[in-house]
């Protein structure tokens, strides 16, 4: 099986979420950045850093639950040196509260500033970032428990902004910024494509399938042998062939059925079910991006 792979998505509507970020921007004092923990790399937008450099920042590294949590220390060591970050999971709300935590934390001396200027319980205010499919709706949710409270329009804030309270002294912006992913190689793409940020339907679906298997069989393949079944016999028959992932793709559609008439296996079945196990965590916590 070749890889005629050539993935290439950019929404139009790029430029005009960056122009609005930007404007919003002037009202935020902390950035919040939202990256799927298990593709760090590819779940960022490059205009991040730019266009925030002279806000404060967190980096929360999200779906850390479907993630490898040996790999999920690395990539905190690392985006520490270069903002605070925390390991979230939007779903089962973990690492939610350390977050209004940390805000307030990396708030603190410009809070005392404000109290010297006899400014008082000055309101701090939040703005989330993040590309699409980063688990953004659910943070939101989370953080404000799922109680939207608006805030209600201010003297110099434009009437449709709204603003959610997520704590005594904080707010957020509640039409968080989507930035959309640039495609810099082929690997982000994929990474894109694995994790269904790129929808199935703009993809090859066998092709994808067939390139996370390779990095499933390079990196986490005790997780595959148990997953569906495959005895060190059968995998070893496999690495005799002459194309051994795309047999081992064969192997996996026969154990789940996923059969046409004759007893062929279904490739786009079998993808199909590759993807949805990998992005359901039934193949284990998976990293596919390493510091």
Same mark, same amino acid.
């Given at each position: 099986?070749?890889?005629?792979? &050539? ?27 939202? +990256?799927?923990?298990? $593709?760090?790399? =590819? ?5 991040? =850093? ?28 690392? +985006? ?34 404000? =109290?010297? %200027?006899? %400014? ?20 939101? &949710? ?87 079944? $495959? ?39 079998? =993808? ?20």
């Amino acid at each position: 099986m070749e890889n005629k792979l &050539n993935i290439n998505f950019y929404p139009g509507h790029m430029a005009k979420a960056r122009r609005q970020i930007i404007e919003d921007l002037k009202l935020i004092d902390v950035v919040i950045e939202l +990256l799927d923990s298990r $593709i760090p790399v =590819a779940s960022r937008n490059p205009d991040i =850093a730019e266009i925030t450099k002279n806000k404060k920042r967190i980096i929360l590294l999200n779906k850390s639950d479907l993630s490898d949590d040996k790999v999920n220390q690395k990539w905190l060591d690392k +985006l520490s040196k270069e903002a605070p970050t925390l390991l979230t999971d939007s779903n089962s709300g973990k690492g939610i509260d350390k977050v209004v935590k940390k805000i307030d934390e990396i708030m603190e001396e410009e809070k005392q500033r404000q =109290a010297a %200027r006899g %400014r008082v319980n000055k309101t701090i205010r939040v703005m989330i970032l993040g590309i699409p499919n980063v688990g953004k709706s659910s943070f939101i &949710n989370r953080i404000s428990k799922k109680t939207t409270m608006e805030v209600g329009n201010r003297p110099g804030v434009t009437k449709q902004k709204q603003w959610i309270r997520i704590s005594k002294t904080q707010e957020l912006l509640d039409t968080p910024g989507v930035l959309w992913p640039k495609f810099e190689s082929q690997e982000i793409a994929l990474n894109l494509a694995f994790t269904g940020t790129i929808k199935d339907d703009l993809i090859e679906r066998v092709e994808v399938a067939f390139e996370l298997l390779k990095i499933l069989e390079r990196e986490y393949l005790n997780n595959l042998k148990e997953r569906y079944k $495959i005895s060190d016999e059968e995998y070893d028959a496999i690495k005799a062939t002459a194309n051994p992932t795309y047999e081992l793709m064969r192997l996996i559609g026969k154990k789940r059925g996923a059969l046409v008439s004759g007893g062929n296996v279904d490739d786009e079945k079998t =993808a199909r079910i590759i993807l949805d196990d990998f992005r359901n965590c039934k193949i284990g916590r998976i990293s596919l991006e390493k510091p």
